[in-house]
């Protein structure tokens, strides 16, 4: 018998289970889509692979790639010690402007020889360590599915300012392209952004910045690419980071409440506020006008019940003035998003994959690999299995 690869047969029983209890009770589809937020979370039951580990402090740990940088050499990870090799800033032109960030303006160029396209992204100036740590970020990932390439790094040789050059990507605005896209096409682009993920995350690194804006889809050539890997960090377990990353309206709850020992797994609350605007044609899909409003707006939809128990898991404790403002809610079930615009995009699968990103513990989100092996991306990796199939 052919063996069940990126899906075991526990879980695809499972489903199939599920699956069928929904039609051995004839109910009608929005009436069974209240039961998906009960479903059983990654915690309920895993495999040893995945288990889950946390020290009697209660301290957030990554359930995988834990040991990412440990098992690696020092020169890997220690960004400080990098010696960057500058190249020549004369062998490219700029053409036109195209964005610009809180740490950098974007360009289109060429190349000065062959006039080919490429992005140059010129960085404002901020101390030396950030420029250091996003160069060799980008360098350790260069090559991997999905991940913006660098191709040069060059120095302005009067100010001494830095500039990124990547390949080009002829990219079209998601405000633009989101409404358009179907229910296959969110499935292959989410697809597509997990395997950049699940290598990131294998190779030690978190983004901490995963929001549409810095996904670059090429919608002609179904090409995507996750960019701007200037907030990315390493991760070391244990260790305390910087809670001012990541966009407002994506910052998970971990950020939101102050505790710093987060991990890759910040990465998916993003993808799934990221996922949940696609589905529900809900940009963004949590709305806070602050930081303090963004809490509570995620407490509206997934309930404070759920977030006080997140809260004492961790020993954290929100603000008198926080905690007045977050209130008392009960978690809403996902069929109150759905509509006649967006139905189209809705399905079992879509909000059970939903459900399992969006959960205030960490440790309680699927992970990249997981969720690349969620039902709702079948259909997906089968045509991308018969494309390679065809000789």
Not at 176 to 202: G, M, Q
Not at 268 to 284: D, N, T
Not at 359 to 369: F, M, S, V
Request: hydrophobic fraction near 35%; charge should be positive; charged fraction near 25%.
């Amino acid at each position: 018998m052919k063996e069940v690869s990126s899906f075991s047969r526990q879980n695809l029983i499972g489903w199939f289970i599920f699956i069928g209890s929904i039609f051995a009770l004839r109910l009608p589809f929005f009436h069974f889509l209240h039961y998906l937020p009960h479903l059983p979370s990654p915690s309920d039951k895993r495999n040893n692979n995945f288990k889950v580990e946390i020290g009697e402090s209660n301290m957030s740990k990554a359930r995988v790639y834990d040991d990412a940088n440990v098992r690696r050499p020092r020169e890997y990870w220690d960004y400080d010690s990098l010696v960057v090799q500058w190249g020549n800033q004369e062998d490219y032109e700029i053409v036109r402007k195209v964005g610009r960030g809180k740490y950098s303006e974007v360009f289109e160029g060429v190349t000065a020889i062959n006039h080919d396209s490429c992005i140059i992204k010129v960085l404002k100036p901020v101390k030396k360590k950030k420029i250091k740590r996003e160069i060799k970020i980008l360098q350790n990932l260069c090559g991997g599915p999905n991940i913006v390439k660098l191709l040069d790094v060059v120095r302005d040789q009067h100010s001494k300012t830095p500039s990124l050059v990547f390949e080009y990507v002829n990219s079209t605005d998601f405000k633009v392209l989101y409404p358009t896209l179907t229910d296959y096409d969110i499935r292959y682009y989410i697809y597509e952004l997990l395997k950049a993920l699940d290598y990131s995350h294998s190779q030690g690194i978190m983004h901490r910045d995963v929001k549409p804006h810095n996904v670059m889809i090429d919608h002609n050539l179904r090409k995507l690419r996750l960019i701007d890997w200037g907030l990315a960090e390493f991760y070391h377990p244990g260790k305390e980071y910087n809670v001012r990353v990541a966009s407002r309206y994506f910052k998970g709850p971990e950020l939101l409440s102050d505790l710093q020992d987060y991990d890759y797994s910040l990465d998916m609350w993003s993808l799934g506020c990221m996922f949940a605007g696609m589905i529900f044609r809900k940009e963004p899909f949590f709305y806070g006008h602050d930081n303090r409003d963004q809490l509570v707006k995620i407490a509206r939809v997934l309930g404070t019940e759920e977030l006080h128990a997140y809260l004492n898991k961790y020993e954290l404790q929100l603000d008198p003035q926080l905690e007045a403002l977050v209130g008392r809610h009960s978690r809403k079930i996902w069929s109150k998003f759905v509509n006649s615009e967006n139905q189209h995009l809705i399905s079992l699968e879509a909000l059970d994959f939903l459900d399992k990103l969006l959960r205030y513990d960490p440790e309680d989100r699927l992970t990249a690999r997981e969720a690349m092996a969620h039902p709702y991306f079948f259909q997906v990796k089968g045509a991308e299995n018969s494309r390679m199939r065809i000789p």
